[in-house]
């Protein structure tokens, strides 16, 4: 099978591709905007298989339109996408013509090309806020910021595609708060500007690339007052891709976490013994447009899919030390 992935030079995409590549050609589009060519080549050095790989825009429907038709695409998963809570508040714009305009036009040419499989990188970020697990059927609309104001609409427009075409094969998966990297150390998250995550963070300021960490908020109703949030490794998050393209069926929305929640300061403890380093860290004021907690049910995936995440903290803070370091050698 031809599978596209928009944005697949990105953290997330260039993960699944390693996984996607043992059993289907890979052909990706990114418009580097947070990426470059290096990944491209260290997924071919990690998979020692080929991938097909176009600098475009999603928003350019001719570009798009020309990509699908060559390469007989018959699924594509989008990936490809502003993820800035922060800048969304600054730039809510960029984030509606980049995020919204995108997946507009690539729905155009999907149905001009006749593609019939479509899976949506979503995000916990759709859910309304909620200090106990969510699942599939819990409340969405969460409008605290346009980055999460995107995912909530493009999730509707799926909907309403979905239900005057039921010939297509649409899935979202809501990824909760992925963090690690590829065993190699050659793949990791690794954003082209200052990072906005957590996990990114933690290891600068283990490194010493910035001096200290800012936790956001220390009076949240949780155990140490940090903000909780469950943690998935990339590669479980991989894993549970492929199960979700093989399991395609009308319109399906799966949660992908672990169910359990961490505080920040746990993950900086985890980190700091998981890889015998120091974090300096500094309490700061509440972050806008951030919960107290995001923590998953992932039951349905489980139950649907046979999908399980099985990777702990601890290895998720050694994979990303371990990428920190190989990119400083
Ligand atoms: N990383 C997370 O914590 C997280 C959590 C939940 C959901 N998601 C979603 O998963 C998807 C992938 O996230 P990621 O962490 O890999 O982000 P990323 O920034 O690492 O990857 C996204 C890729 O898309 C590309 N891109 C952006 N706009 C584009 C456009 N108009 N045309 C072509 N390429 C474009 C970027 O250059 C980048 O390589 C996003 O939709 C994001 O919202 C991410």
Known sequence: MAILITGGAGYIGSHVAINLLQDNEVVIVDNLSNSDTSIIEKI??????????????????????????????????????????????????????????????LLQVMQEVG?????????????????????????????????AVTKVMTEEI??????????????????????????????????????????????????????????????????????????????????????AINNMNGFKIYNFGTGTGSTVLEVIKEFEKANNVKVPYKIVGRRKGDFPVSVCDATKAQEELGWKAKKTLT???????NFEKSKQN
């Open 158 to 243: 799926l909907k309403d595609l979905a239900r005057v075409n039921p010939d297509l094969n649409i899935t979202i998966l809501r990824y909760f708060n992925p963090i690690g990297a590829h065993e190699s150390g050659l793949l990791g998250d690794n954003p082209k500007f200052v990072p906005t995550n957590l996990l990114p963070l933690v290891a600068k300021a283990a490194s010493g690339e910035i001096d200290s960490l800012n936790v956001f908020g220390d009076d949240y109703p949780t155990r140490d007052g940090t903000a909780i949030r469950d943690y998935i490794h990339i590669m479980d998050l991989s894993d549970g891709h492929i199960l």
């Open 315 to 321: 290895q998720m803070c050694k994979d990303t030390w």
């Open 115 to 147: 593609v019939k499989n479509f899976i949506f990188s979503s995000s916990a970020t759709v859910y309304s806020e909620s200090l106990e697990p969510v699942n599939e059927e819990s409340k969405i609309g969460n409008s605290s910021n346009p980055y």
């Open 44 to 105: 071919q050095k990690i998979t020692n298989k080929p991938v097909k790989f176009y600098k475009a825009d999603i928003r350019d429907k001719n570009k798009l339109k020309e990509i699908l038709e060559t390469n007989n695409i018959e699924t594509i998963l989008h990936c490809a996408a502003l993820k800035s809570v922060e800048e969304s508040i600054e730039k809510p714009l960029e984030y509606y013509d980049n995020n919204i305009g995108g997946i507009i036009t």
